[in-house]
């Protein structure tokens, strides 16, 4: 009986070890293609992010519209508190933005037109208008 049970044993240690083996054979690792199209997939979402953000820092102008837009905006509040009836055109302390304010008087209606535009004065960053009652 000694014997058998022995055996037994020694059996089963070894369908034990050859189960043990075969899941290991069957394990769900990492591939090299599972790994490849990982790395793949990066370098498509990290190129198309470098793509974007680079085309969003090589345009000055995307930057520059809220400045241009307060600039337009402080020039008719100085031009209406003053009532100052002339057209004037200057450049920003910076040099990058051109103002421009042109005045026309029509009757007793005073119309405020500022425009800035690029440094280049070819594209139009902003442009507001006010009307006003002009009194003398």
Do not use: T, W
């Given at each position: 009986m000694r014997v058998k049970a022995r055996v037994r044993v020694r059996v089963k240690k070894r369908?034990?070890?050859?189960?043990c083996y075969v899941t290991f054979l069957q394990s769900s690792g990492f591939s090299m293609i599972e790994t490849l199209v990982a790395i793949l997939l990066l370098g498509i979402i990290s190129s198309l992010f470098i793509i974007f953000f680079n085309d969003i820092?090589?345009?000055?102008?995307?930057?520059?519209?809220?400045?241009a837009l307060n600039a337009a905006n402080e020039?008719?509040?100085?031009?209406?508190?003053?009532?100052?009836?002339?057209d004037t055109s200057y450049f920003s302390e910076n040099g990058v933005l051109f103002?421009?304010?042109?005045?026309?008087?029509?009757?007793?209606?005073?119309?405020?037109?500022v425009k800035v535009l690029f440094h280049d004065q070819n594209t139009e960053l902003t442009k507001l208008t006010v009307e006003d009652k002009f009194e003398n």
């Open positions: 369908i034990i070890e050859r189960k820092f090589s345009n000055p102008k995307i930057f520059l519209k809220g400045k020039e008719i509040n100085y031009s209406l508190a003053h009532k100052s009836a002339g103002i421009s304010r042109e005045i026309e008087i029509i009757e007793n209606i005073r119309k405020v037109e």
